[in-house]
């Protein structure tokens, strides 16, 4: 979790992106690296809510005799964390490196922000569900920072603006991934009604008949809930992670979908033309 103070000069809203450049070279050796862009992890107001920081979620990107390669054997130098592969080749994400390694008052290359797939209903009543993979998660934070802890979404009595069921399933490898956590727990202890979290810990966890728990497999054991909630035309679905993950709702709602003489490709294509199901996936 990267916080960068931008004075004010990149105001955004939930569910956008921006842009980093990195000093590079990239990949292609080019010099800055090309722009790239990421989900952003905070609130419009910011995690100290001035309207002045933007916050991100980043993975360090390192793969060691993969398919690509940045560093010759022994060129791996150890990161701000203190890893390296002195006997490998190495390949680092550029971006994902230059932001990792950063320490407070480094500068930093922001454009932005960008992107309209990912905004928020405006309609109070809406009901949000979303579905996360890794750090697929940002977009929802920023969601959940405004409709659960900031003064932006609270009224002058201090209930809350937001009014209908925010619904977080999130699917990870390990349980030592599950970011936030303690943001969600908290949510879920103030506003038992509105809130609710499912977490998919596809290497530790398997479902009754001994499936791995990817995200799919988790909302499998709510479908009638789930299908329930998509009837009502207040719902919207998000989705931000990998790639694959709409097909795992084929798989999910496949079935329900034809029980009630419909087909799930025809139902999610009918949400998105209505603007309520979005996408963002890599």
Request: glycine fraction near 10%.
């Amino acid at each position: 979790h990267v916080t960068f103070d931008h004075g004010g000069n990149v105001p955004y809203i939930e569910g956008q992106s921006i842009g980093i450049i990195a000093p590079g070279p990239d990949k292609k050796g080019e010099q800055p690296a090309r722009i790239r862009l990421y989900s952003i992890a905070s609130s419009a107001v910011g995690d100290d809510q001035t309207s002045k920081t933007v916050s991100l979620c980043v993975k360090r990107v390192v793969e060691v005799d993969g398919k690509f390669m940045n560093r010759e054997v022994g060129e791996d130098k150890p990161d701000k964390a203190g890893t390296h592969f002195p006997n490998g080749k190495v390949y680092r994400g550029v971006c994902s490196n230059h932001i990792c390694d950063m320490t407070p008052g480094d500068d930093v290359l922001i454009t932005g922000p960008t992107g309209a797939e990912m905004l928020l209903p405006e309609d109070p009543e809406a009901n949000i569900i979303m579905l996360a993979t890794g750090t697929g998660i940002a977009p929802m934070r920023s969601y959940m920072r405004l409709l659960f802890h900031d003064d932006a979404g609270a009224n002058a009595d201090g209930t809350r603006k937001f009014k209908g069921l925010a619904w977080l399933f999130m699917g990870v490898p390990f349980s030592k991934s599950l970011l936030y956590d303690d943001e969600h727990t908290e949510y879920k202890t103030k506003y038992p009604e509105q809130f609710r979290f499912d977490y998919a810990v596809s290497r530790e966890d398997k479902n009754a008949a001994g499936q791995k728990m990817y995200i799919q497999t988790k909302m499998a054991e709510y479908t009638e809930d789930l299908w329930a909630l998509m009837q009502d035309q207040k719902t919207h679905i998000y989705m931000c992670g990998l790639k694959g993950m709409e097909a795992g709702m084929a798989e999910c709602f496949g079935e329900i979908a034809q029980k009630n003489g419909l087909d799930w490709a025809e139902v999610s294509k009918q949400m998105k033309k209505d603007h309520r199901y979005h996408v963002e996936v890599y």
